[in-house]
């Protein structure tokens, strides 16, 4: 039996900004080490790469485990 295998066009990581309402804890920004992290007056800012969708939901999905609000997400441009 031979296998085939399957090429799927691997897009460049696109950058994303999101802005977090409130402050990290240490243990929950040692959650989020990929992305750089920055303060504001009433949120906390992670920039970083975005590999693809899932990554994105996945990111997603551990915010929301810690309980943390979403203010915004967008993609940066090149």
Known sequence: MTMR???RNV???TRYELRIKGRLSP???EDFEE???SEAPV???MLGDV???AHL???LARLQAFGLQVVSLRSLPE
């Open 43 to 45: 949120e906390t800012i």
């Open 57 to 59: 939901h996945g990111v």
């Open 11 to 13: 897009m460049p990581p």
């Open 5 to 7: 295998r399957t090429t």
């Open 35 to 37: 992305f750089d992290l």
């Open 27 to 29: 243990d929950v920004r």
């Open 51 to 53: 590999v693809d969708e």
